[in-house]
């Protein structure tokens, strides 16, 4: 395929990931009252079945609980946070914090994806009240009309395989990003469409120029190496989507590696399967049981073992470990 195709193989790939949360929240997995405004079609798009809603909820509420605790997390002052959203497609993060009381913690809030997906985000934004109304009085359209800046939220079309120097050292140039805050950088689902030295390229990156501490999220597939992994390559490549990025073994320390490579001091990595048995409630997967029937638990293990959520952070410059909070 061409690159041309190869690129709108790979943002396709961002209609599976807000369908698939659609379907979950339709379902009752999740609550997101915005994410029906940035689906398009939304009425008509498929139910997915009951695997694939239990794993898009273990996902977001991993996620979901990660970046809330950082948001409420005080280092060594009140300062406000940023967070860098990669690779954000139709993502309604930003406006589930906007809605929260965690707002208050924002200073940025920075989406970046490539210009056509950037492009319609924009579009959906200004067409629904719901959406715009949470981004204040002070919006901006800006290149030519494939992002918006407002006082917090900024959407930024960019290419990440381009060196991050003249991608995202020019959000600092124009004070869109302050490097002396605390910031987090979120990969979900993308670092496999980039060659691991384009993504390890971004990471340093943070890492050498967030002075005020910086922490990332990296999630993703992993361990294709199995019969499994072997299914979920071939439906990619008969859609034509590459995934330089992908990683073969399912060794935890390869996904902590990524991250210590790229300057993180320390870090954490859990697979879904780990997720859902050790960090969602009783509760919870008892409401979730009874959601849908579920026959296949085994299958589910097999499918929630091949995604892995790997986070980790460094403190700010001149900051030790005795001096921190938490
Ligand atoms: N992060 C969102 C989520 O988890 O719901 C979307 C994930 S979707 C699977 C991958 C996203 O990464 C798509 O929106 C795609 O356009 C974006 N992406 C992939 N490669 C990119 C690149 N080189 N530059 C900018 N965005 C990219």
Excluded at 11 to 26: C, F, G, H, I, K
Excluded at 187 to 214: D, K, M, N
């Amino acid at each position: 395929p061409s690159n041309r195709d190869a690129d709108a193989a790979i943002r396709s790939t961002d209609t599976d990931a807000s369908q698939s949360r659609l379907s979950a929240v339709r379902r009752d997995y999740l609550k997101d009252p915005f994410i029906h405004l940035l689906v398009p079609r939304a009425h008509s798009a498929p139910p997915r079945p009951p695997l694939i809603n239990i794993g898009t909820y273990v996902r977001a509420e991993a996620i979901d609980k990660l970046v809330y605790r950082w948001l409420n997390l005080r280092v060594t002052d009140n300062r406000k946070k940023q967070v860098v959203s990669l690779g954000a497609g139709s993502d309604t993060r930003f406006w589930r914090i906007a809605s929260s009381s965690c707002k208050e913690r924002l200073a940025r809030y920075v989406e970046i994806d490539f210009p056509e997906v950037t492009g319609k985000k924009a579009m959906s934004i200004r067409k629904h009240k719901e959406l715009s109304i949470l981004l204040g009085e002070n919006v901006k359209i800006i290149a030519g009309g494939t992002g918006l800046s407002a006082e917090v939220y900024h959407l930024e079309p960019i290419d990440l395989r381009l060196p991050p120097e003249s991608t995202l050292g020019v959000l600092v140039q124009n004070g869109v990003l302050d490097p002396t805050l605390p910031t987090l950088f979120i990969a979900e689902c993308v670092f496999v469409y980039l060659r691991p030295s384009v993504s390890h390229g971004i990471v340093s990156w943070f890492t050498s120029t967030i002075t005020g501490g910086c922490s990332g999220l990296i999630y993703e597939m992993f361990g294709l190496n199995d019969s499994f992994g072997r299914v979920m390559k071939e439906n990619l490549r008969a859609r034509n989507i590459e995934i330089p990025g992908v990683e073969e073994s399912s060794a935890l320390e390869a996904q902590l590696q990524r991250l210590f490579n790229g300057g993180i001091q320390s870090a954490q990595a859990m697979t879904l399967r780990t997720v859902r048995q050790k960090c969602i409630s009783e509760e919870e997967l008892s409401r979730i049981s009874r959601l849908e029937m579920l026959d296949e638990v085994e299958e589910l293990d097999l499918v929630l073992s091949h995604y892995v959520l790997t986070w980790g952070y460094s403190l700010p410059n001149g900051v030790t470990d005795e001096e921190r909070e938490h």
